[in-house]
C-alpha cells in the first residue's frame, strides 16, 4: 500500500523559514513533488524532483527560495523553505509519479498524494 506522510507545517513569521518532509513508501516513484492549495484557489505546483539522477524544477514564484531535495535511503521528499511571505500560506501536499514522461508541474503526472500539511506565513 502506498502511503506518502508530510510533516513540517506550522506557523512562522514573514522571512522565516520551515522544512516540509514527505517520507513514501509502498513502492518506488519516478518522480516527486510538492503542491499548495490556498483558500479559494486552484492546487498549483511549487517544486517536483525526479528520483533518478536528481534533477529538480521550482516554479518561478519560488525559484531562489524554495529548495526541494530527496534522501534515497530514507525514501523521503523535503521541501526548504526560506523568506517565505504571507502568499506562500497553503496546505501543502506531497504528490508521486510514475510516468517518465509526465510535465512534473502538472497535477495529471502524479498518481499518489499526502494528506497536506498547513503552512501559514503571518505577516
Known amino acids: 500500500q502506498v502511503q506518502l506522510v508530510e510533516s513540517g507545517g506550522g506557523l512562522v513569521q514573514a522571512g522565516g523559514s520551515l522544512r516540509l518532509s514527505c517520507a513514501a513508501s509502498g513502492r518506488t516513484f519516478i518522480t516527486m513533488g510538492w503542491f499548495r492549495q490556498a483558500p479559494g484557489k486552484e492546487r498549483e505546483f511549487v517544486a517536483a524532483?525526479?528520483?533518478?539522477?536528481?534533477?529538480?524544477y521550482h516554479a518561478d514564484s519560488v525559484k531562489g527560495r524554495f529548495t526541494i531535495s530527496r534522501d534515497n535511503a530514507k525514501n523521503t521528499v523535503y521541501l526548504e523553505m526560506n523568506s517565505l511571505k504571507p502568499e506562500d500560506t497553503a496546505v501543502y501536499y506531497c504528490?508521486?509519479?510514475?510516468?517518465?514522461?509526465?510535465?512534473?508541474?502538472?497535477?495529471?503526472?502524479?498518481?499518489?498524494w499526502g494528506q497536506g500539511t498547513q503552512v501559514t506565513v503571518s505577516s
Open positions: 524532483i525526479r528520483w533518478s539522477g536528481g534533477r529538480t
Open positions: 504528490a508521486a509519479g510514475q510516468n517518465y514522461f509526465g510535465n512534473d508541474a502538472q497535477r495529471s503526472s502524479y498518481d499518489y
